[in-house]
């Protein structure tokens, strides 16, 4: 049986956005299992890197949080002094930008080895020798001299890896990966994007992988949850996200990503511009831009609803207009 590494249940993130408390996270549901990569996608401020960062322990310091929230078998906000400090090892968190999350004053060598002498207490000589492992794991050309250099030395793509490499060393269990390849150029994406997948699997690592990109989600995550103002609203296996989906915000998204094979005309945006959570109206925050939506949908809150227990979606009329082709292959706008 697979044992769940991430379970948040009702959970609810406030914070203080100019002067007052507003919802950010609303009731989130969601599970990640041993070994799985979930993807987490959603337009931007929809609360992907909230959910990224309540599981890392990360929030800032004003949060209000309600639900609850079990990492690895623990109670997240019960964490103190040893569990906390092994939570830090066993949970990594790789953001977007490199050069906000590395000293620029110290050489990449310092910085990789840091952790490994001071949490594990690994001599001088093994950290280093680990060190050049790992950049060898992410294929990074020349790893001896990559110790000696500063990070204004390496470009985004290079300071990426060996962000992920130091993030490895530490041998986390779960990778919480926010947008990280978004910064960087097509080929360089792909390179990143393919090394990590494959070491993720070689080492059985979970992940939470945050992306705008519902095709490179689905390329590499067994399930995706999908965003919208500070909620789950749908939830199924990647590969049946674009062909089958279930809510119409998801068919919306679909069918805005550039066709492959034909020469794009127009794009398909969806209509209206995205919420934060606490600017949605009351029921289902998605009425205001959906061309389904009816009188109903806007009376009352809109729970997620298990369709099985693969799928979870969060629309009144999910199942009426999953009967019909109206949200199927793309074509929703
Ligand atoms: N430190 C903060 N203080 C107050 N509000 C914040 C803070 N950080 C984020 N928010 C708000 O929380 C909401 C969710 O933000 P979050 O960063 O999780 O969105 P996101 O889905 O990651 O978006 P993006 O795709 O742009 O990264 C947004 O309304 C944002 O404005
Ligand atoms: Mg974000």
Redo the contacts with the bound molecule.
């Keep these: 049986m697979t044992q769940s590494i991430v379970e948040l249940r009702n959970l609810t993130v406030e914070?203080?956005?100019r002067g007052e408390y507003h919802e950010?996270l609303r009731g989130i549901n969601l599970q990640l299992e041993s070994g799985e990569a979930l993807g987490l996608v959603?337009?931007?401020?929809?609360?992907?890197?909230?959910?990224a960062k309540t599981i890392g322990r990360l929030l800032?310091s004003t949060a209000q949080v309600r639900g609850e929230v079990s990492v690895l078998g623990r109670d997240l906000w019960s964490l103190q002094g040893a569990a906390l400090r092994q939570h830090r090892t066993e949970v990594a968190m790789v953001f977007q930008d490199p050069r906000a999350h590395i000293n620029p004053v110290r050489t990449i060598g310092d910085f990789m080895t840091e952790a490994l002498r001071t949490l594990k207490r690994v001599d001088q000589r093994t950290a280093r020798s680990m060190a050049v492992d790992a950049l060898v794991e992410l294929a990074v050309s020349e790893p001896e001299r990559r110790l000696h250099q500063y990070p204004h030395e390496l470009s985004g793509g290079l300071l990426q890896r060996v962000l992920i490499a130091t993030m490895l060393l530490m041998k986390p269990k779960l990778l919480l990966a926010d947008?990280i390849s978004t910064a960087l150029d097509v080929t360089t994406q792909a390179d990143l994007i393919a090394i990590l997948d494959k070491l993720r699997r070689k080492r059985g690592m979970s992940m939470l992988f945050?992306t705008?990109d519902l095709d490179l989600a689905a390329a590499i995550c067994d399930r995706t949850a999908v965003?919208y103002a500070?909620q789950v609203i749908e939830a199924q296996a990647s590969a049946r996200l674009h062909s089958d989906p279930w809510h119409p915000y998801t068919a919306a998204l679909s069918a805005a990503r550039p066709p492959l094979e034909e020469d794009v005309v127009r794009l398909n945006a969806v209509p209206g511009r995205p919420l934060?959570?606490f600017e949605a109206p009351k029921g289902c925050s998605f009425a205001p831009r959906c061309r389904f939506a009816t009188d109903d949908c806007t009376s009352g809150p809109v729970p997620l609803t298990e369709i099985d227990e693969h799928i979870s979606v969060r629309c009144i009329r999910a199942r009426e207009l999953h009967q019909t082709d109206a949200l199927k292959g793309g074509t929703y706008v």
């Design positions: 914070l203080p956005i950010v959603g337009e931007s401020g929809s609360g992907k890197s909230m959910t800032p947008e945050i705008h965003m500070g934060s959570a």
